[in-house]
């Protein structure tokens, strides 16, 4: 069992910036590919970027690359998702998710656990 909070949402305006970080408590953090999603209400959860265990592999939606930087530090069992040049669009909940497989996959039903979310909004 892996129990994950995500925390750093809030306004901001488009153009700005935001961390999101989400906290992993349970199994060992660095046994899990990790993931972060986005969901806008009436639609279906979104793929916004992967970390492999160690770090060194990343993937992200077309979306976001260029604009969205995910990290991890396994020794506080935290994951970070660093937001620049927020546009109107990236407003939505933002989940942290983990896997318990090496694979990067943009598929949220691949993913075993999930936090809460934590609302992002991007408006003047």
């Known amino acids: 069992q892996v129990l994950l909070a995500e925390s750093g949402g809030g306004l901001v305006q488009p153009g700005g910036s935001l961390r999101l970080s989400c906290t992993a408590s349970?199994?060992?953090?660095?046994?899990?590919?990790m993931g972060w999603f986005r969901q806008v209400p009436g639609n279906e959860r979104e793929f916004v970027a992967a970390l492999s265990w160690s770090g060194d592999m990343t993937y992200y939606a077309d979306s976001v690359k260029g604009r969205f930087t995910m990290s991890r530090v396994n020794t506080k069992d935290m994951v970070y998702l660093q937001l620049n040049s927020l546009k109107p669009e990236d407003a939505a909940v933002y989940y942290c998710?983990?896997?318990?497989?090496?694979?990067?996959?943009?598929?949220?039903?691949?993913?075993?656990?999930w936090g809460q979310g934590t609302q992002v909004t991007v408006s003047s």
């Open positions: 349970g199994r060992t953090f660095s046994a899990f590919t």
């Open positions: 998710a983990a896997r318990l497989s090496w694979v990067l996959t943009a598929a949220p039903e691949s993913y075993d656990y």
